[in-house]
Each structure stands twice: as structure tokens, then as C-alpha cells.
């Protein structure tokens, strides 16, 4: 059975860094793309930062720059590294395969928060 999570979020000031982790298990990790999603509050949830079995990645031009994605396929795990962050990162971070149905279908981890506030 596939189970994502997340942690690492937290209250952070402008400016200010966090590291997030996702820990994966009952999937065969190393195979699949995996991605950050995210969803600020009363928006939808959108794939900030994703990155391929082989290590090659992808960011939303919001984040570019400024959040680097990284995976350890010997830990199952996929992390976001994330700096110089701004009040508009605020959101509920979560992790998924690219895309997310695939793992399994409507599944999603009970995510991590980050709050970006003076």
C-alpha cells in the first residue's frame, strides 16, 4: 500500500529557508518521476518542483532559483530545499509521483505546512 509523508514545514520569516522531506513507502521509488506539489490557502494545488528517476528537474518559474528538488532512491525519499522564501509561498506542501495517479489513483499524503510570515 503506497503511503507519502511529508514533514519539515513550519513558520519561517521572509527570507528564511526550510528543508522539506517525503518519505515513500510500498511503491518501487527509484522508477518514478516524483514532484512537490503545493496548495496555498482557498487555491488549487499546483506541481512546483519535480524530478525524474535519472535526477533530471523541473521548477515553476515562481520557484526557479530558489527551491531546489533532490531524491535519495536508497532512503525512498524526496526532498525540497527551499529558500529565500516569500508571504506567496505559504501553502500546504505535499509529494507525489508525476503525475500524481499514478501511484494510486486519488491518493494523496496528509501534507506539511509552510507558513511565510514576519
Known amino acids: 500500500q503506497v503511503q507519502l509523508v511529508e514533514s519539515g514545514g513550519g513558520l519561517v520569516q521572509p527570507g528564511g529557508s526550510l528543508r522539506l522531506s517525503c518519505a515513500a513507502s510500498?511503491?518501487?521509488?527509484?522508477?518514478?518521476?516524483m514532484g512537490w506539489y503545493r496548495q496555498p490557502p482557498g487555491k488549487q494545488r499546483e506541481l512546483v518542483a519535480a524530478i525524474r528517476s535519472g535526477g533530471i528537474t523541473n521548477y515553476t518559474d515562481s520557484v526557479e532559483g530558489r527551491f531546489t528538488i533532490s531524491r535519495d532512491n536508497a532512503k525512498n525519499t524526496v526532498y525540497l530545499q527551499m529558500n529565500s522564501l516569500k508571504p506567496e509561498d505559504t501553502a500546504v506542501y505535499y509529494c507525489?509521483?508525476?503525475?500524481?495517479?499514478?501511484?494510486?489513483?486519488?491518493?494523496w499524503g496528509q501534507g506539511t505546512q509552510v507558513t511565510v510570515s514576519s
Open positions: 510500498g511503491i518501487i521509488f527509484n522508477i518514478y518521476a
Open positions: 507525489n509521483s508525476v503525475p500524481p495517479h499514478i501511484l494510486q489513483p486519488g491518493y
